[in-house]
């Protein structure tokens, strides 16, 4: 990790010393944008920090650590369209406000599947709107917004029509909007991979925590091998998953969403068992392991399913093989 | 990567063009395979590429852990023979008497093992497996020699290694680890047989050696009386972390068997198993990813207790569900038995590789000691109480 990614991790750290600094969403939102985090991944020539994307990959780790609430991943794929998209007379303004903090929102899921899983959809001043033929920012005013209550509860998700006629920005258009739209997708993956990665560290290191604290037998649950076998399992599966997070940042879309399908399932094996782990108290609403396991489950129903992204993945093994 | 890098991958990828043997996989008898095994090593080190671990006074050697890694990556890329016959000669047998040995057992046997000399590592026993400091072989001094009998097991190639490299038992006083002794022991010597183990795969890449009354001489010795153990640990340190990071640029490499077995099956609209190879090739990409990982922690000097068990269990694990993939493509086809290749976990004989995983599942620490390992020294979990004691009454 280079000096950068280390300094991104130690300030968000220093902010988020825990998951339980993080459950105001808007003071959660005020010190993300103080972080810098939204100017992050802007060209220092628009105005941003010119980070790469394997630092905006620390990012997501981190708002997964601290199980952040709010619309950030959709504000982030907001940031990505404006700058990617060829240069318009409001984008100046547009991306000014977006990096100080007012928010964007888009559906948390892959192009082509509608406007659902908008996050904070009654608050965000516009919608990006993404599908292969177009994408463009379109305003919220007017819009239909329906409440799409979930498990996780950790973010607010909503449905959304917008209102017939709302004035709209496109921002690409024909083949640039489908360049765009995968290239979005793909951030969207790797957001989604990288909150799944952090969160599976939080939640399993607190349930090591709970097996060396709790004891039974006269000793404490952390020394039974039966456990300690299926911790350094759950160990191996993150630790080989996040390797493969840090290699793919720069991957292509597709690699991104199976790398998203692959790491998502490993958030969820891993809060799988960290409820099993505590036994019953795991089972008390008061206990917070389960928010980690319904973060995880809906976390793996964002961005497209695995049985999507493997497939993809599967059919392009084939070809690169029969091409190859 | 520096320019120094890439003139060195250049270099090595045309040599490997030139010489590489394309046929070492037609090889229908395991003497046949060593025989090519031999040849193989023979050209490495002609080339300088053999032992790029060992220091710069070698022919190749003093090579950094990059460039030995661009090595590894080039002959794994190219599918060259993997070389078996001479790991533990140039890792474990290397480690031991560079860090251990004397200079007079150095200056004799290092350049032995450039010319071909093999050795097999005789740890093992029937009673010692995982917990091997309960090795019962037993050496006795009578003068200028050691006397040994005994029973060790899991040799690699031992049926064709000159030289072994014996943890034997001296003492039967305190704890378990103190009693062992270290020695070089020539495998000619009177007293000593070999017996091949026929495993489950068809080959015999591993044998028990029986010693009786085997007379070794003092002089042979490596360390002192009872500081066995302390050498033991030079010699399993010895490798890691490369030999990981080749087997799973292999198993990448050999994700064209598994797609050949698709067609073969006529199975490449068949939705649940396209799910399954996008699953599986994830999966192989990130063991990549975790063992290059590994290699930069070691060059960054970063590594972590655990670590290295960690990337053993994750390729196992990965090798295991690669070959289970194959055998379910290959369906009732997969159950005729064929001939087998040898020295290739990748062959695409699916129930050969199934069952050769097993030897990454078992060998050189068994993934329940990883899992021990990871657990306490890694997640920190504390470690039951060291003796089993039977409580009274029982």
């Known amino acids: 990790m280079n000096e950068m990614r280390r300094e991104l991790e130690d300030s968000a750290r220093k902010v988020f010393p825990d998951w339980q600094a993080a459950q105001n969403a808007e003071v959660c939102w005020t010190q993300m944008a103080e972080l810098g985090w939204f100017m992050a991944g802007v060209p220092e020539a628009l105005g941003g920090l010119g980070l790469e994307r394997r630092d905006l990959a620390v990012i997501f780790t981190e708002m997964g650590r601290a199980r952040m609430p709010g619309p950030a991943l959709a504000q982030f794929l907001a940031l990505e369209a404006l700058v990617q998209a060829p240069d318009f007379p409001e984008r100046e303004e547009l991306l000014e406000n977006a990096m100080a903090g007012k928010a964007i929102t888009t559906a948390l899921t892959v192009a082509g599947n509608g406007l659902a899983a908008v996050p904070d959809a009654d608050t965000a001043s516009r919608i990006l709107v993404r599908s292969a033929d177009e994408v463009a920012l379109v305003d919220l005013a007017g819009a239909k917004i329906t409440l799409f209550p979930t498990w996780d509860g950790s973010r607010r998700l909503f449905t959304v029509e917008p209102a017939p006629n709302s004035p709209r920005i496109p921002l690409a258009a024909g083949i640039e909007a489908a360049a765009l739209t995968e290239r979005l997708d793909g951030l969207l993956c790797l957001g989604l991979a990288g909150d799944g990665l952090g969160g599976a560290e939080t939640v399993l290191a607190m349930a090591i925590e709970y097996l060396g604290t709790r004891r039974q037998f006269d000793r404490p649950l952390a020394m039974f091998q039966a456990l300690k076998h299926r911790a350094a399992d759950l160990k191996v599966a993150l630790e080989t998953a996040t390797a493969l997070y840090e290699a793919s940042s720069e991957a292509a879309p597709l690699a991104l ?5 692959h790491c998502c399932e490993v ?23 389960h928010l980690f396991l319904k973060r995880a489950f809906l976390n793996r129903a964002l961005g497209g399913s695995a049985a999507f992204w493997n497939e993809s993945a599967g059919d392009a093994v084939l070809e690169l093989a029969s091409a190859g | 990567m520096t320019q120094q890098d890439d003139a060195l991958r250049r270099e090595i990828r045309d040599w490997i063009a030139r010489e590489a043997p394309l046929d070492w996989r037609t ?23 053999a032992v790029p671990h060992w220091p710069r006074e070698w022919p190749g050697g003093g090579r950094s852990l990059a460039e030995q890694k661009i090595i590894y990556e080039e002959l794994a890329r190219a599918d060259t023979p993997r070389l078996l016959l001479s790991f533990v000669s140039t890792y474990h047998a290397f480690a031991t008497l560079a860090e251990c040995a004397s200079a007079q057992q150095r200056s004799h046997y290092l350049p032995r093992i450039l010319e071909g000399e093999t050795w097999c590592q005789g740890f093992s026993e029937p009673g010692a497996g995982s917990d091997l400091a309960a090795i019962r072989s037993r050496a006795e001094r009578r003068g200028d020699v050691y006397v040994v009998s005994g029973q060790k097991v899991w040799s690699t190639m031992a049926q064709y ?19 062992l002794t270290y020695l070089l022991m020539d495998m000619r010597l009177p007293g000593v047989s070999v017996r091949p183990i026929h495993q489950i795969q068809g080959d015999e890449e591993f044998a028990e050696i029986f010693l009786d009354e085997v007379e070794i001489p003092v002089s042979q010795r490596v360390g002192e009386e009872g500081a066995g153990w302390a050498v033991a640990q030079a010699t399993l340190a010895s490798e890691r972390g490369l030999t990981l990071m080749e087997l799973s640029y292999r ?5 064209v068997r598994l797609t050949e077995a698709v067609h073969a099956a006529g199975r490449t609209c068949d939705a649940g198993i396209l799910r399954k190879l996008g699953a599986l090739a994830t999966r192989v990409d990130a063991v990549c990813a975790l063992a290059d990982r590994f290699l930069q922690k070691r060059m960054d000097e970063d590594e972590r207790a655990g670590d290295a068990s960690i990337v053993k269990l994750a390729y196992s694990r990965c090798l295991r569900a690669w070959s289970d993939l194959g055998v379910e493509l290959a369906d009732l086809s997969g159950q005729m038995h064929g001939p087998i290749t040898f020295g290739d976990l990748n062959s695409g004989n699916w129930m050969a590789d199934f069952m050769n995983s097993y030897a990454w599942t078992i060998a050189g620490g068994s993934d329940e000691v990883q899992r021990n390992i990871i657990a306490e020294r890694m997640l920190g979990m504390p470690r039951e109480p060291k003796n089993w004691i039977t409580e009274p009454g029982q």
């Open chain 2, 27 to 49: 090889a229908s008898t395991h003497e046949a395979f060593v025989a090519s095994q031999r040849s193989w090593f023979a050209k490495l080190v002609g080339a300088g590429y």
């Open chain 1, 267 to 289: 958030y969820k094996q891993v809060a799988e068992e960290a409820v099993q782990f505590h036994g019953g108290i795991g089972l008390t609403v008061e206990y917070p392991v």
């Open chain 2, 251 to 255: 198993m990448r490499g050999a994700m």
């Open chain 1, 257 to 261: 969403g199976a790398m998203k399908a």
């Open chain 2, 161 to 179: 290694a000159d030289m072994c490299l014996l943890l034997v038992r001296t003492s039967g006083d305190g704890p378990k680890q103190a009693g």
